[in-house]
């Protein structure tokens, strides 16, 4: 009963096979691979954009701190969510990576910001020397907590930000379940005003790879040497390659998170029937609700995973409520969904 993330989930099988095929023999080392030249290729097809700059990571912090750096100066600044991941998870890497930048923190609502509240965030900025330049704009897809973008949102939200001048970035760790979630293409979803995209794998039954892609291709040799002072470029890259292969294959990356949003769905349809109570929308893999202390530990006691959310103190009044996360991946199994109801169950009717 792992829910605690979806990057706990296994990778896929034929994403080892690629990586097998790509171990017989020798291959050039740090990108300069064919099984490489050909991944970007795909990816510039996949998104639409014949021309953009392309580089892989091996993790998800690296590959938002690389973009946000090629689109932010030193002295810049980068509006993002209060709740987004760059500012909560990455440990101060964005900052680090830019050479000083600030993230400035926009007033969100299920992690997800409007053109109202970007322009608001713009007019309030302090200008001159003084106080840094507003550079970019950054959010996730999915979003913090879990909120789904569609095209037209990012259109009207790129219209502000390429109005003030500003840069879009989209920090796309679960890219391929907002895509799924919404019915839309990843070109449709690049060309609505996107300046930058983080592809993630990791997330979605990969070992370990995600993809920057910028739609400026002048940026590449920046990137690139971006990447390389950071200790990002890979020596071995083709195994980097080979799961990003596998991964566009019949449209993996779109049947992966399919399956890990009906999972769920299936799973917060049970919570709900079973008195739980759901505290966002739940549009891709993740679900947010609240539950009784008391419910929370014999869940655990069960041997049930997830993150209460926020932090919260394990010890307490056995009534208060508890927020907390519930994350499903591309192989999450009707079985451990039941086995989770079932305990929820359970303990409701004790």
Same mark, same amino acid.
Request: hydrophobic share 50%.
């Given at each position: 009963?792992?829910?605690?993330?979806?990057?706990?989930?296994?990778?896929?099988?034929?994403?080892?096979?690629?990586?097998?095929?790509?171990?017989?023999?020798?291959?050039?080392?740090?990108?300069?691979?064919? *099984?490489?030249?050909?991944?970007?290729?795909?990816?510039?097809?996949?998104?639409?954009?014949?021309?953009?700059?392309?580089?892989?990571?091996?993790?998800?912090?690296?590959?938002?701190?690389?973009?946000?750096?090629?689109?932010?100066?030193?002295?810049?600044?980068?509006?993002?969510?209060?709740?987004?991941?760059?500012?909560?998870?990455?440990?101060?890497?964005?900052?680090?990576?830019?050479?000083?930048?600030?993230?400035?923190?926009?007033?969100?609502?299920?992690?997800?910001?409007?053109?109202?509240?970007?322009?608001?965030?713009?007019?309030?900025?302090?200008?001159?020397?003084?106080?840094?330049?507003?550079?970019?704009?950054?959010?996730?897809? *999915?979003?913090?907590?879990?909120?789904?973008?569609?095209?037209?949102?990012?259109?009207?939200?790129?219209?502000?930000?390429?109005?003030?001048?500003?840069?879009?970035?989209?920090?796309?760790?679960?890219?391929?379940?907002?895509?799924?979630?919404?019915?839309?293409?990843?070109?449709?979803?690049?060309?609505?005003g996107l300046d930058a995209l983080c592809f993630g794998g990791t997330k979605n039954g990969l070992p370990g790879v995600e993809a920057v892609?910028?739609?400026?291709?002048?940026?590449?040799?920046?990137?690139?040497?971006?990447?390389?002072?950071?200790?990002?470029?890979?020596?071995?890259?083709?195994?980097?390659?080979?799961?990003?292969?596998?991964?566009?294959?019949?449209?993996?990356?779109?049947?992966?998170?399919?399956?890990?949003?009906?999972?769920?769905?299936?799973?917060?349809?049970?919570?709900?029937?079973?008195?739980?109570?759901?505290?966002?929308?739940?549009?891709?893999?993740?679900?947010?609700?609240?539950?009784?202390?008391?419910?929370?530990?014999?869940?655990?006691?069960?041997?049930?995973?997830?993150?209460?959310?926020?932090?919260?103190?394990?010890?307490?009044?056995?009534?208060?409520?508890?927020?907390?996360?519930?994350?499903?991946?591309?192989?999450?199994?009707?079985?451990?969904?039941?086995?989770?109801?079932?305990?929820?169950?359970?303990?409701?009717?004790?």
């Amino acid at each position: 009963m792992n829910f605690a993330s979806d990057n706990a989930g296994p990778a896929h099988p034929a994403v080892w096979a690629a990586m097998a095929e790509a171990d017989r023999g020798v291959a050039a080392p740090y990108g300069a691979d064919p *099984l490489t030249q050909e991944v970007v290729g795909r990816l510039q097809e996949l998104f639409g954009v014949p021309d953009a700059a392309v580089a892989l990571v091996s993790v998800g912090t690296a590959a938002n701190a690389l973009a946000l750096a090629c689109l932010c100066p030193p002295w810049g600044r980068t509006l993002c969510p209060d709740v987004a991941h760059v500012e909560w998870d990455e440990c101060g890497a964005p900052e680090a990576f830019i050479g000083g930048g600030k993230l400035v923190l926009v007033p969100s609502r299920g992690g997800k910001i409007t053109p109202d509240d970007l322009r608001a965030a713009i007019a309030a900025a302090p200008h001159g020397v003084h106080y840094g330049k507003l550079a970019a704009v950054t959010i996730s897809n *999915l979003s913090e907590m879990g909120r789904a973008w569609t095209p037209d949102e990012v259109g009207a939200l790129a219209e502000v930000a390429h109005g003030a001048g500003l840069a879009l970035h989209m920090d796309g760790a679960r890219f391929s379940n907002g895509v799924a979630a919404v019915g839309c293409s990843a070109a449709e979803m690049f060309a609505a005003g996107l300046d930058a995209l983080c592809f993630g794998g990791t997330k979605n039954g990969l070992p370990g790879v995600e993809a920057v892609i910028l739609r400026d291709g002048g940026l590449q040799e920046e990137l690139e040497f971006r990447r390389k002072r950071a200790g990002h470029l890979v020596s071995k890259h083709r195994y980097l390659a080979a799961q990003v292969t596998a991964y566009l294959d019949d449209d993996l990356w779109l049947a992966n998170a399919r399956a890990a949003n009906a999972a769920a769905a299936r799973l917060a349809e049970g919570l709900r029937a079973a008195g739980v109570e759901i505290t966002e929308q739940v549009d891709g893999n993740q679900i947010f609700a609240r539950m009784p202390r008391r419910l929370h530990a014999e869940l655990m006691a069960a041997g049930a995973s997830y993150y209460l959310w926020p932090d919260a103190p394990v010890d307490g009044d056995p009534g208060e409520m508890l927020g907390c996360r519930m994350v499903c991946n591309w192989a999450t199994e009707d079985a451990e969904i039941d086995a989770l109801l079932g305990a929820v169950a359970t303990v409701r009717a004790a």
